[in-house]
């Protein structure tokens, strides 16, 4: 039986930028590291909560094209206890919001930035009344 979702996992171009990104600006633990059969540097896994972690591969070379409707990965989204709280967080590091806090049609507030790959990042308020909220209590 599938437990949840371990990792979400990203091939990365500058390691020492993401680990900024996940590590001092959004407050995530390097957990440890693997090396690969001749001992170099391979994934990093920073632990998000729980069982949960973010997966990275050094090595990143090509990044995708930014096309509309691409079919595969979009978003990862990291829920929080404050929109405002982690907005303000993100701008007091200087880290440029890609929209600001809003409530999307799921009632849910949130707020969208990019990591330094690109990748867009959501985070979310659930709000009681969002089918995520209510879909919990099932």
């Keep these: 039986m599938i437990n949840g979702i371990g990792h ?21 633990e390097k957990a440890f590291e693997i090396h690969d059969d001749d001992n170099q540097p391979w994934i990093i896994y920073i632990k998000v909560g729980g069982g949960q972690f973010i997966e990275l591969f050094y090595g990143g070379i090509h990044k995708q094209e930014e096309v509309p409707k691409r079919i595969g990965y979009d978003h990862l989204c990291l829920e929080v206890d404050d929109i405002h709280e982690i907005a303000d967080h993100l701008k007091s590091k200087d880290w440029p919001l890609l929209v600001e806090p809003q409530q999307g049609k799921d009632l849910n507030l949130q707020c969208w930035v990019k990591d330094p790959d690109g990748n867009r990042i959501e985070f979310m308020q659930l709000s009681p009344d969002s089918p995520q909220a209510k879909a919990y209590k099932k």
């Design 8 to 28: 979400a996992a990203l091939t990365v171009e500058n390691m020492e930028a993401s680990l900024h990104f996940y590590c001092d600006i959004l407050g995530f």
